[in-house]
T-cell receptor
C-alpha cells in the first residue's frame, strides 16, 4: 500500500520547456510535502518543500503546487535545463515528524 | 563539512551470508534514517533513530534485518542471512531536526546478493 505514488516512471522534456512531475498521496494526515532530486551514484538531495497550509511554493525555476482536496502535488520546472536530468522523488510527512514516506520516483530527461 | 559517509559503496555476496552496512552521520545531527531503494517501491524507510534510540522500525522487512546505533557517530544495518531479494541500494540519512523532512543522504551502499 503505497501512501505516496508517482505514477509516471519517466518523463522526457525538451530543454527550455516546462517539466511537470506529479505525485498523489492517500494519507490525509500528511501535512508537509517535499521533493528530492537524485543523480546516479549519489544520494537524494532536498529540492523544495511545501506545508499543507499553502497551495504554492516557489524557489527560482522550481514551483511546487499542492491540491489538498485532490491529494495531489506537482513540481514545475521552468525553463528545464540539461542539468535537471535526474530522478525526482516526492515525499510526505505527518505531524511534523522527520520520518518521510517517499514515492517510487520519476526519471526526468531533458533533451537538448 | 563531511557529509553522511556510508560503507561499503558496493557489496556482492552469496545467499546466506551476513552483510553489514555502516553509516557515519553528519556531526551534530540527532536523527538517523536507513532507507532502501528498489525499482518497484522507490525509497522505503526501514528504521530511524532519534538521539541514538530506535523510534520506528516498522519498515524492517523481517527478523533477518537488524540495526544498531551504539553512539551518535555510527550506525550499522545488518542482514543475516542475506537473500537475493535483499538486493537493493541502501541509503543512510541524517537530520539536524530543524526543518521538517530535510534529510541529508549518503551516497548509498549497493548490495547484490547472488
Amino acid at each position: 500500500d503505497q501512501q505516496v505514488k508517482q505514477n509516471s516512471p519517466s518523463l522526457s522534456v525538451q530543454e527550455g520547456r516546462i517539466s511537470i512531475l506529479n505525485c498523489d498521496y492517500t494519507n490525509s494526515m500528511f501535512d508537509y510535502f517535499l521533493w528530492y532530486k537524485k543523480y546516479p551514484a549519489e544520494g537524494p538531495t532536498f529540492l523544495i518543500s511545501i506545508s499543507s497550509i499553502k497551495d504554492k511554493n516557489e524557489d527560482g525555476r522550481f514551483t511546487v503546487f499542492l491540491n489538498k482536496s485532490a491529494k495531489h502535488l506537482s513540481l514545475h520546472i521552468v525553463p528545464s535545463q540539461p542539468g535537471d536530468s535526474a530522478v525526482y522523488f516526492c515525499a510526505a510527512s505527518a505531524g511534523g515528524a522527520q520520518k518521510l514516506v517517499f514515492g517510487q520516483g520519476t526519471r526526468l530527461t531533458i533533451n537538448p | 563539512d563531511a557529509g553522511v559517509i556510508q560503507s561499503p559503496r558496493h557489496e556482492v555476496t552469496e545467499m546466506g551470508q551476513e552483510v553489514t552496512l555502516r553509516c557515519k552521520p553528519i556531526s551534530g545531527h540527532n536523527s538517523l534514517f536507513w532507507y532502501r531503494q528498489t525499482m518497484m517501491r522507490g525509497l522505503e524507510l526501514l528504521i530511524y533513530f532519534n538521539n541514538n534510540v530506535p523510534i520506528d522500525d516498522s519498515g524492517m522487512p523481517e527478523d533477518r534485518f537488524s540495526a544498531k546505533m551504539p553512539n551518535a557517530s555510527f550506525s550499522t544495518l545488518k542482514i543475516q542471512p542475506s537473500e537475493p531479494r535483499d538486493s537493493a541500494v541502501y541509503f543512510c540519512a541524517s537530520s539536524p531536526g530543524g526543518i521538517v523532512g530535510e534529510l541529508f543522504f549518503g551516497e548509498g551502499s549497493r548490495l547484490t546478493v547472488l
